[in-house]
């Protein structure tokens, strides 16, 4: 079995420089005809979520790079930012999404923006609205990163 590497992934900046990174490191693990499943959940990234198996090329330095995703893994990423530099708002954010059966990842205590994982078999139109319902009371503003078929199909804001 092959270490696990780092994917670099190119990102598109808006008109206000968001993301604030031209590219996100993504750590992989080696997957099956050649290819690299996701680890971990993207922070800026919206080719990827958590579990896809990726093509990659590799450039003069061994780096390797997102190509494509080859298999995509029915997982969704969304984004979330407490409005509040408030580290028990930001666990309680995360604890509530975790109840839904999602998954998050904390920026850094300095900077609580959430990276969510949304499996497949998780109902989204019950995060949208826990979300949705945070947004309303001003406590935090979300995004969309990726999001799969499955949740797609059952995506509540039309």
């Not at 690299?36 to 958590?50: A, T």
């Not at 989204?124 to 406590?139: M, N, P």
């Amino acid at each position: 079995m092959s270490e696990p590497r780092k994917i670099g992934f190119r990102l598109e900046r808006d008109d206000d420089g968001y993301p604030p990174a031209e590219n996100e490191w993504l750590w992989a693990t080696h997957a099956h005809d050649g290819g690299w499943m996701v680890d971990n959940i993207p922070w800026y990234s919206r080719d990827v979520s958590l579990g896809d198996v990726v093509e990659t090329h590799e450039d003069k330095d061994g780096q390797l790079w997102f190509r494509a995703t080859a298999e995509p893994s029915g997982h969704s990423t969304l984004r979330v930012l407490p409005r509040e530099q408030d580290a028990g708002l930001a666990a309680r954010l995360r604890r509530g999404l975790e109840e839904l059966g999602c998954t998050a990842e904390q920026y850094s205590r300095k900077f609580p923006m959430l990276a969510v994982d949304v499996p497949n078999d998780v109902d989204i139109t019950a995060v949208v609205a826990y979300l949705d319902e945070g947004e309303t009371r001003d406590a935090w503003g979300w995004e969309t990163g990726l999001l799969s078929e499955v949740h797609r199909s059952q995506w509540p804001r039309q």
